[in-house]
């Protein structure tokens, strides 16, 4: 679920308005994946914006907070959550540790890094929710170790009924502070897509299901 109506729509304007997101319905970007696609997002030039930075970290601590989330230390998932639970375990003053996709092939293995105690309440970090499964990984690797997850927080989600129904079975909350349809919404309002490019939006994310 979105944190704020009016925050998802401001995230999603400053998101546009540095490019962090990209809309091209005609002239579509190519995934790691191979995915032909209309959408382009990459939340890390958001850190190149001190106040954009900053509006992203100041909303993301104060969903946490009126969610009653209690934490006792934040976790990153790598390699994009890194940076931004950073930032936010400095604001709320507690502890940090990232969780790697897999553990390490050499030295000590880890796939968590950073120290993290048997049930410790940890909020943990996303920059992007896509199909959720690597942000789930990092949950589920920090279940192993013990530790009481109290939800995920991330800055934008594609709204993937794949991915919401991924965290519903893993019994994760998950607040994002805009989403792939305010993100259209906006986009429209500003003129920076035509009303016939919505549609051409829209059916994307409905063949990723």
Same mark, same amino acid.
């Given at each position: 679920? +979105?944190?704020?109506?009016?925050?998802?729509?401001?995230?999603?304007?400053?998101?546009?308005? +540095?490019?962090?997101?990209?809309?091209?319905?005609?002239?579509?970007?190519?995934?790691?994946?191979?995915?032909?696609?209309?959408?382009?997002?990459?939340? #890390?030039?958001?850190?190149?914006?001190?106040?954009?930075?900053?509006? +992203? #970290?100041?909303?993301?601590? #104060?969903?946490?907070?009126?969610?009653?989330?209690?934490?006792?230390?934040?976790?990153?998932?790598?390699?994009?959550?890194?940076?931004?639970?950073?930032?936010?375990?400095?604001?709320?003053?507690?502890?940090?540790?990232?969780?790697?996709?897999?553990?390490?092939?050499?030295?000590?293995?880890?796939?968590?890094?950073?120290?993290?105690?048997?049930?410790?309440?940890?909020?943990?970090?996303?920059?992007?929710?896509?199909?959720?499964?690597?942000?789930?990984?990092?949950?589920?690797?920090?279940?192993?170790?013990?530790?009481? +997850?109290?939800?995920?927080?991330?800055?934008?989600?594609?709204?993937?009924?794949?991915?919401?129904?991924?965290?519903?079975?893993?019994?994760?909350?998950?607040?994002?502070?805009?989403?792939?349809?305010?993100?259209?919404?906006?986009?429209?309002?500003?003129?920076?897509?035509?009303?016939?490019?919505?549609?051409?939006?829209?059916?994307?994310?409905?063949?990723?299901?």
């Amino acid at each position: 679920m +979105i944190y704020n109506k009016d925050i998802a729509l401001k995230t999603a304007e400053l998101l546009l308005k +540095i490019k962090a997101v990209k809309l091209s319905p005609k002239d579509l970007f190519t995934w790691a994946s191979g995915i032909k696609s209309p959408i382009y997002c990459d939340n #890390r030039i958001t850190l190149s914006y001190p106040e954009i930075r900053t509006f +992203i #970290r100041q909303n993301i601590v #104060r969903a946490i907070q009126e969610n009653n989330f209690e934490p006792e230390a934040i976790a990153g998932v790598a390699t994009g959550g890194i940076a931004q639970g950073a930032l936010i375990a400095q604001e709320l003053g507690l502890p940090f540790a990232y969780v790697r996709s897999e553990k390490k092939e050499h030295g000590l293995t880890n796939q968590i890094e950073g120290e993290v105690r048997q049930g410790q309440r940890i909020v943990v970090v996303e920059d992007l929710i896509s199909t959720g499964g690597s942000s789930l990984t990092a949950v589920q690797a920090l279940r192993q170790a013990g530790c009481n +997850i109290k939800g995920m927080v991330a800055i934008f989600t594609y709204n993937l009924l794949k991915a919401d129904q991924a965290f519903k079975d893993t019994d994760c909350t998950l607040i994002t502070l805009t989403d792939y349809d305010h993100l259209l919404m906006k986009a429209l309002e500003i003129g920076y897509i035509a009303d016939a490019d919505v549609k051409v939006l829209q059916d994307f994310k409905k063949s990723l299901r």
